[in-house]
T-cell receptor
Framework: AQSVTQLGSHVSVSEGALVLLRCNYS??????LFWYVQYPNQGLQLLLK??????LVKGINGFEAEFKKSETSFHLTKPSAHMSDAAEYFC????????????FGTGTKLQVIP | SQTIHQWPATLVQPVGSPLSLECTVE??????LYWYRQAAGRGLQLLFY??????ISSEVPQNLSASRPQDRQFILSSKKLLLSDSGFYLC??????????????FGSGTQLSVL
């Protein structure tokens, strides 16, 4: 079984401030972890993913996330928020090793204040 | 990369009416296909997934069903819609293969309102 918990359904930051969106997961096998972004009335787009190897993963638009096995976390960060970062962000987990189910968290809406 | 075609974009249906949402995929073969429903505060709920033609797995008991008549076609259906079926429905596709960690490609979604 697998699950994802995103702390904070809404996060507000000032433009230029640090963005931190939290994600914790549970998985009975080593996980693959993802962050997706959704703009209003659109599908989701992949920001970044962790499969194996380096635990700090860099994605598009200046975002990065660090896989911490001991904390079962995969938090998303960006050093300086832009207005264009305002969107909803979803963390997702998929078990490695062949099983194809992808489970999403409940999402975090990011508001960027000018 | 893959392209997911999903239609219609918006749909308003009365309670008790049937439903058919279609999704087709370009740019890959033998993908894994998914139907998600997005409701406010609940994130993306996986409804169905399919690893091949005619192979459907249901994640939650509900008023909906899914079919995969062709490799790159995935259909979400209902015989009689309920008010609780309202939501934003997303079709997604992922390249198959064991443990590949490939990303999901999403369609643009269908906003379904059941009145």
């Amino acid at each position: 079984a697998q699950s994802v918990t995103q702390l904070g359904s809404h996060v507000s930051v000032s433009e230029g401030a640090l963005v931190l969106l939290r994600c914790n997961y549970s998985s009975s096998v080593p996980p693959y972890l993802f962050w997706y972004v959704q703009y209003p009335n659109q599908g989701l787009q992949l920001l970044l993913k962790y499969t194996t190897g380096a635990t700090l993963v860099k994605g598009i638009n200046g975002f990065e996330a660090e896989f911490k096995k001991s904390e079962t976390s995969f938090h998303l960060t960006k050093p300086s928020a832009h207005m264009s970062d305002a969107a909803e962000y979803f963390c997702a987990v998929s078990p490695s090793g062949g099983y194809q189910k992808v489970t999403f968290g409940t999402g975090t809406k990011l508001q960027v204040i000018p | 990369s893959q392209t997911i075609h999903q239609w219609p974009a918006t749909l308003v249906q009365p309670v008790g009416s049937p439903l058919s949402l279609e999704c087709t995929v370009e740019g890959t073969s033998n993908p894994n296909l998914y139907w998600y429903r997005q409701a406010a505060g609940r994130g993306l709920q996986l409804l169905f997934y399919s690893v091949g033609i005619g192979q459907i797995s249901s994640e939650v008991p509900q008023n909906l069903s899914a079919s995969r008549p062709q490799d790159r076609q995935f259909i979400l259906s209902s015989k009689k819609l309920l008010l609780s079926d309202s939501g934003f429905y997303l079709c997604a596709s992922k390249d198959g293969g064991a443990g590949t960690g490939e990303k999901l490609f999403f369609g643009s979604g269908t906003q379904l309102s059941v009145l």
